[in-house]
C-alpha cells in the first residue's frame, strides 16, 4: 500500500512492463471542503491524457460499494521545493479549454463566506468563536471566466521527478475561479500538513511571479484572507473529528489572518 493519502486507500501494483496504481474509494467520509468522487477522477484523467502532466488511466470501476480507479504509477517524489514549476503547471492547466461536466467551485467572496459558515456550522470548539471574530471584511465579486481547477493542488499531490511535475489524485475538481487553486498551494495549513512547513513570504511572491497571469495574482492578493478563514474553519473541523494533526495547521491560518 502507498503512504500519503488522507481519505482513500492506494495500493502500488507492481509489473514486469511498468508499474500502476490502484486506488479505492473510501465512500463513507464526507469531506466539506474536498470532494471525493472517482467518476470525476476518471474522466479528467482521461480529458488530461495528452498534456503530459496526468497519469494515464487504464480502468475504472467498482467494488462492492466503493469505487475504484486503475492508472500507470506516475516516477517521482512528492514537491519539496521550486514554487516556480508548480506555478507554471497551475497556469498551464487552468489555460486548457476542456469540455467537462463538472461541480461549479467557489467564486467571490460571498461564496467564500458561505462555505466557511457552513463549516462552522458543524464545529462546536471554543476556538470556533475567535474564528468567526476573524471574519475578513470587504467583498470581492465573482471572477467572470471560470476554468478547470484540479482543487486539491497540495505538495503531496504534486510528483516530482527529472521529467517534470505530474500532477494526481483529480477526485475533487471543479469549474471555477483559478484562485482556489492557488488558495490550495499557498495555503500555511496545507504547506505545514504535506511538506512539514509553510511557504515564506519570499516563496509565495516568487509563485505568484511565476504564474504570470497579473489579473489572476492581485485576485488572489484580494481573497487571500477569505480563502485563509475558510481554510482555517476546515481544520478546526478535521480536529473535531479526530485528526490532532491539523491542531498546528490551524494555528498557522490564524497566524497569516
Not at 489572476?216 to 487571500?224: D, E, F
Not at 475558510?230 to 473541523?237: G, K, S, V
Request: with cysteine; aromatic share 10%; hydrophobic share 40%.
Amino acid at each position: 500500500m502507498l503512504y500519503g493519502g488522507r481519505t482513500n486507500q492506494v495500493w502500488k501494483v507492481l509489473s514486469d512492463h511498468s508499474d500502476a496504481v490502484l486506488k479505492l474509494y473510501r465512500a463513507p467520509f464526507q469531506n466539506p471542503l474536498f470532494r471525493n468522487d472517482a467518476r470525476l477522477e476518471a474522466n479528467c484523467l482521461r480529458a488530461l491524457n495528452s498534456t503530459g502532466f496526468v497519469p494515464n488511466l487504464r480502468a475504472t470501476g467498482s467494488f462492492e460499494k466503493a469505487s475504484w480507479v486503475y492508472y500507470d504509477h506516475a516516477p517521482g517524489n512528492p514537491w519539496r521545493e521550486g514554487v516556480e514549476n508548480v506555478a507554471v503547471l497551475l497556469r498551464r492547466l487552468h489555460s486548457l479549454s476542456i469540455n467537462l461536466d463538472l461541480p461549479t467551485g467557489c467564486n467571490g467572496s460571498e461564496d467564500l463566506r458561505c462555505h466557511a459558515e457552513q463549516i462552522l456550522r458543524s464545529c462546536q470548539n471554543a476556538e470556533t468563536q475567535q474564528l468567526i471574530a476573524l471574519k475578513p471584511r470587504g467583498q470581492i465579486p465573482p471572477f467572470a471566466e471560470r476554468c478547470l481547477i484540479h482543487g486539491d493542488p497540495v505538495a503531496g499531490n504534486i510528483l516530482q521527478s527529472s521529467a517534470g511535475l505530474t500532477l494526481i489524485d483529480w477526485q475533487c475538481p471543479a469549474s471555477g475561479d483559478p484562485c482556489e487553486d492557488l488558495a490550495i498551494f499557498l495555503s500555511p495549513a496545507m504547506q505545514q500538513l504535506y511538506r512539514g512547513t509553510p511557504l515564506s513570504e519570499v516563496e509565495v511572491t516568487n509563485f505568484l511571479t511565476a504564474y504570470d497571469r497579473h489579473q489572476v495574482t492581485a485576485r488572489y492578493l484580494s481573497l487571500r484572507s477569505w480563502y485563509g478563514w475558510r481554510m482555517a474553519a476546515y481544520c478546526l473541523w478535521r480536529v473535531e473529528n479526530g485528526s490532532p494533526e491539523y491542531v498546528r495547521a490551524f494555528e498557522l491560518e490564524i497566524q497569516a489572518l
